[in-house]
Nanobody, 122 residues
Framework: QVQLVESGGGLVLAGGSLRLSCAASGRAFGNYAMGWFRQAPGKEREFVAAISTSGGSTRYAESVKGRFTISRDNAKNTVYLRMDSLNPEETAIYYC???????????????WGQGTQVTVSS
């Protein structure tokens, strides 16, 4: 089992930045690729970014490329999502997840956090 806890969400103005964190406990964090997803009200959950076990490979949704950066610190059992140039359409609950590959489908991930709310105001 892996327990995941997200933090860092909040209210930000359009064009602003936030950094989300996801702290893991339980089984070896370094064994898992990590992903970030988000779900806006009334919409399906969507893939945002993923990172390999070592951090050497990353994958991003087209909509966030160049603005979001995923990273991880295996010594701290934490994965991060730096989000720049946020827009109101990105208001959502952001979730981190652990799995075995850089998948964009949520069903491929084994463990999920409870999410953190990000609200972008115009």
């Amino acid at each position: 089992q892996v327990q995941l806890v997200e933090s860092g969400g909040g209210l930000v103005l359009a064009g602003g930045s936030l950094r989300l964190s996801c702290a893991a406990s339980g089984r070896a964090f370094g064994n898992y690729a990590m992903g970030w997803f988000r779900q806006a009200p009334g919409k399906e959950r969507e893939f945002v970014a993923a990172i390999s076990t070592s951090g050497g490979s990353t994958r991003y949704a087209e909509s966030v490329k160049g603005r979001f950066t995923i990273s991880r610190d295996n010594a701290k059992n934490t994965v991060y999502l730096r989000m720049d140039s946020l827009n109101p359409e990105e208001t959502a609950i952001y979730y981190c997840a652990a799995g075995y590959g850089l998948y964009s489908r949520g069903s491929e991930y084994l463990y999920w956090g409870q999410g953190t709310q990000v609200t972008v105001s115009s």
